[in-house]
Every structure is written in structure tokens, then in C-alpha cells.
């Protein structure tokens, strides 16, 4: 009988063993997987300020400075729309002087100076090939003189007239025209160049979303096994409570313990505990804050409710 007794009690102290060993191993694990969700939620609230940081530089920065840009070419179009119609306009006035000029003058006169500028080139070549002698040279030097001042007259009537003053208005007119072209493209370039970099943020907005969905995605399984493991844990604990128990016999006169009959008023407080600190988590969550394991697990037990 005594070996009976020693046998079950070796067999009871390796099943105690072996319990606590169990015990052991799923505290172990569900610890290691709260403090991996622990983890999982600080990655996912750096996520999170890493897309705000990124759309505030999208919007304030580069769309602002894009947007600038966009309006200074806008008001630039407008200007050169505005010069080249004045060009179109001055061009025709021109085209309309001219010819209202051909008619009042005969081609001898049209001609005239190009004329003057033929003798003037051969009186000189004269001068330079031929071999004259003193009279004959002074003759042809007194003759290009005439030349060179019935030219100077044309020269001076053609600057006094209106066709040459149109003429310096469309040369100052182009001269604006091709500046404004420079800055068209210069200021293009830099609403590009913004442009490209607002569209860089949206993309690492992008893809920093689909960062966050597949942590919350892992978290949401992490945090499933760890729930697993704590229920074991539990299980086997409450087992192993059983061992050493054993149980205890039936008396119908014994008086409940008095810690029960404040069970309700207890689980009533720790409810309202709970309720306070799941509150508070929510605003520490809101405000981007990191979070404690508990606090994750009461939000994370919420959003599965």
C-alpha cells in the first residue's frame, strides 16, 4: 500500500513538473508576442507621423510653391498674348504705310538710294585703281561728297517718317516679347521641378499606406496568437491549481466566503478601472502618443468588439 502511495505521489510531482514547465513556456511566449504587438503599435504611430510629415511637405511646400509658379506663367501668357497682338498690329500698320509710300513716290525716287550708294562705291574704286592725276581726283572727291550728303538727306527724311518709327516699336516689341519667352521657360522649369517633388511625397504617402496596412494586418495576427497563448497559459495554470487542490468535499451549512459576496461590487470597479483607461488610451492614441501594452490591448480588444 505504501508503494502505491509513494508510486502516485512520484507520478503526481512529475505531473506538477511538467505543468509548471507548460507554464513556463506559454508565459515565455505570450510575453515575447505582447511585447512584438507592443512593437507593432510604436512602428505603426511612427508610420502614421511619417505620412503627416509627408503630406504637409506635398501641400504646404511643394503644391504652394508649384501653384506660385503656375501663376506667374499664367500672368506671363497673358502678357505675351497681349505683345503679340500689339506685334500683328504694328506689322500691319507698317505693311499699310508701305503702301500708301509706293504710290506717292515714282520708282526713280524708290530707287534713288540705292542709286547713290552704286556711284558712291564705283567714284571710290576710281580712286583706288586708276591712275588720275591731282584736278581729276579732287573732281570725283567733290562728287562723292555731294553723294555722301544727298544720302545723309534720304537717311534723315526715312528716320522722320512714320514707317520708321512703327519700325523701332516692333524692334522694341520683339525685344519683349523674346524676354518674356525666357522667363516662360524659366519659370515652367521651376513648376515642373515642384511639381515632380509634390508628386514624390504622394508616392512615399503611398507607399508608407500600404507599409501600415500590412503591420496592421501582422499585428492583428500577432495579437491573435498572443490571445491564444495567454488562454492556454491560463488553462494549464488553473490546472495545475486543480493538482494541488484536489477536491475539497460538499458541506451545505458552510457560509460563503465574505470576498464573495463583493465579487459583483469588485468586477463593478475594476469594469469602471478598465473603461477610465481604455478613455485614456483613445486620447493618447489621438494625439499621437506612444502607448503601453495595456493600453494597446484595451483598444485592440475594443476595435474587435
Excluded at 550708294?117 to 581726283?137: F, Q
Amino acid at each position: 500500500m505504501s508503494r502505491e502511495r509513494q508510486h502516485n505521489g512520484n507520478t503526481s510531482q512529475t505531473s506538477s513538473r511538467n505543468l509548471q514547465s507548460q507554464i513556463e513556456n506559454l508565459r515565455q511566449k505570450r510575453d515575447e508576442l505582447n511585447d512584438k504587438t507592443k512593437q507593432y503599435i510604436n512602428d505603426l504611430q511612427e508610420v502614421d507621423i511619417e505620412i503627416a510629415n509627408s503630406l504637409k511637405v506635398a501641400k504646404e511646400k511643394y503644391k504652394k510653391k508649384r501653384d506660385y509658379w503656375n501663376d506667374k506663367v499664367k500672368q506671363l501668357k497673358d502678357k505675351k498674348i497681349e505683345y503679340k497682338t500689339l506685334l500683328d498690329r504694328l506689322l500691319e500698320d507698317k505693311k499699310s504705310l508701305q503702301k500708301i509710300e509706293t504710290r506717292g513716290k515714282d520708282n526713280k525716287q524708290i530707287l534713288s538710294m540705292k542709286q547713290i550708294e552704286r556711284k558712291i562705291d564705283n567714284l571710290e574704286r576710281r580712286i583706288e585703281t586708276d591712275k588720275l592725276d591731282i584736278a581729276e581726283e579732287n573732281i570725283i572727291i567733290d562728287k562723292i561728297r555731294e553723294l555722301a550728303s544727298m544720302k545723309q538727306e534720304y537717311l534723315s527724311e526715312q528716320k522722320n517718317s512714320e514707317i520708321f518709327k512703327i519700325e523701332r516699336k516692333i524692334e522694341i516689341v520683339k525685344i519683349n516679347l523674346n524676354k518674356i519667352y525666357e522667363q516662360l521657360n524659366k519659370w515652367s522649369d521651376k513648376s515642373q521641378e515642384n511639381h515632380a517633388k509634390m508628386l514624390e511625397e504622394f508616392q512615399n504617402v503611398d507607399k508608407l499606406k500600404e507599409n501600415k496596412k500590412k503591420l496592421e494586418e501582422e499585428l492583428i495576427e500577432n495579437k491573435k496568437t498572443a490571445d491564444r497563448y495567454h488562454e492556454q497559459y491560463l488553462k494549464v495554470k488553473n490546472q495545475r491549481k486543480k493538482t494541488y487542490k484536489g477536491k475539497k468535499p460538499y458541506s451545505p451549512n458552510k457560509r460563503p466566503h465574505p470576498k464573495y459576496n463583493q465579487s459583483s461590487k469588485k468586477n463593478e470597479m475594476l469594469e469602471k478601472i478598465k473603461q477610465d483607461k481604455l478613455a485614456t488610451a483613445l486620447e493618447k492614441q489621438k494625439a499621437g502618443k506612444k502607448l503601453n501594452l495595456f493600453e494597446a490591448r484595451l483598444i485592440l480588444e475594443k476595435t474587435k468588439e
